[in-house]
């Protein structure tokens, strides 16, 4: 099982005399598809956070953020066009699509900016790619599922935000544990777009035209309305896979409590986009050597360390991790080595 990696070990390997880089003449901006769900929230809090000390510490001039108002590659591939024309130095990127994108993406590289994607990423070669195994996260899922339902049953799959590299990798990997496990079967599958909400009104619609249900594979930020869903519904508790929510996480505490219940949490932290804030930076300093994909871990909790996190993460949020410089130059670092 993989955590998230606090680089802090890694930066005591930097030379003593790192200077802050001269970019500070230099303006990135952030694109970003979507923000209607908690992650999404924690995401640009997190690159607010860092961006902002960033623009007062002079690293760099500006770090704008612009969200589109639907969440449509057409809307997203013109914003980048125009953040082409605006001038920018880099655009950081959470992409609607890994690969419809991609003729925009071009065409900033081609114009001499920087292009860095992250959590939903880009396939087009010019740019970089702050990647997480997604895909090796879904099939954990099953994994363990497999340890909570031994004897195996009924799942049913509530997909991501469709068209995305996310929701593509994690569906691939799921599919790749139950081929491994075949006493489990999907049986059915909804879109929770990542969203409690949505979730819990698309699970509640189909629930009455499925067979019964051990557990729940998901891709964060549908868990707890799932559970919501379940019991409005009066059907039994399946074992649900969580994804670090704080009300998902609050909630498998209480079910805890009441009579042991059992899970796995996992996600990408949103502070990911912190991450890919400074590999921006660092490439407009003029780093040669930095790999156009970082694979970083994503953050996984357990039946004996949940509670231990979860004073830690604000109501209504995700649990995080925001970057420094030094833990990004750490972990460029560590991608080379590899």
């Given at each position: 099982m993989k955590k998230l990696l606090v680089l802090s070990a890694f930066a005591a390997m930097l030379a003593s005399g790192t200077?802050?880089?001269?970019?500070?003449?230099?303006?990135?901006?952030?694109?970003?598809?979507?923000?209607?769900?908690?992650?999404?929230?924690?995401?640009?809090?997190?690159?607010?956070?860092?961006?902002?000390?960033?623009?007062?510490?002079?690293?760099?001039?500006?770090?704008?953020?612009?969200?589109?108002?639907d969440k449509e590659v057409p809307t997203q591939a013109a914003q980048?066009?125009?953040?082409?024309?605006?001038?920018?130095?880099?655009?950081?990127?959470?992409?609607?699509?890994?690969d419809a994108l991609n003729g925009a993406i071009k065409q900033a590289c081609d114009a001499g900016i920087v292009v860095v994607s992250f959590d939903g990423i880009v396939t087009e070669p010019c740019a970089y790619r702050v990647v997480v195994d997604f895909k090796d996260m879904g099939k954990q899922e099953v994994e363990q599922m497999a340890k909570f339902q031994p004897k195996g049953g009924n799942l049913l799959e509530i997909r991501g935000l469709a068209g995305t590299s996310i929701d593509d990798a994690i569906h691939a990997g799921i599919l790749?544990?139950?081929?491994?496990?075949?006493?489990?079967?999907?049986?059915?599958?909804?879109?929770?777009?990542?969203?409690?909400?949505?979730?819990?009104?698309?699970?509640?619609?189909?629930?009455?035209?499925?067979?019964?249900i051990v557990g729940i594979v998901d891709q964060g930020g549908d868990g707890y309305g799932a559970a919501q869903a379940f019991a409005a519904a009066g059907k039994p508790r399946p074992t649900i896979i969580m994804g670090n929510r704080?009300?998902?996480?609050?909630?498998?505490?209480?079910?805890?409590?009441?009579?042991?219940?059992?899970?796995?949490?996992?996600?990408?932290?949103?502070?990911?986009?912190t991450l890919a804030f400074w590999v921006a930076q660092q490439v407009l300093d003029g780093r040669k050597d930095i790999p156009h994909d970082l694979l970083v871990p994503y953050l996984a909790f357990t039946q004996d360390d949940f509670e231990a996190a979860l004073p830690k993460i604000k109501e209504g949020g995700v649990a995080t991790h925001e970057y420094t410089q030094e833990e990004a130059i750490a972990a460029i670092k560590a991608n080379i080595k590899q």
């Open positions: 200077a802050l880089a001269d970019t500070s003449g230099k303006k990135i901006a952030f694109s970003n598809n979507y923000a209607g769900n908690s992650w999404r929230q924690a995401m640009l809090d997190s690159y607010a956070i860092v961006t902002k000390k960033a623009v007062d510490d002079k690293i760099v001039a500006a770090a704008d953020v612009f969200t589109t108002a980048v066009q125009n953040l082409i024309l605006q001038g920018y130095d880099a655009i950081v990127i959470n992409a609607a699509s890994p790749e544990g139950v081929a491994a496990h075949p006493e489990f079967k999907i049986v059915g599958s909804v879109t929770g777009d990542w969203d409690q909400t949505t979730a819990q009104k698309a699970v509640a619609t189909i629930l009455p035209s499925l067979p019964d704080q009300d998902e996480l609050k909630w498998w505490k209480e079910q805890k409590e009441k009579d042991g219940y059992k899970t796995w949490s996992a996600s990408i932290a949103p502070g990911v986009s």
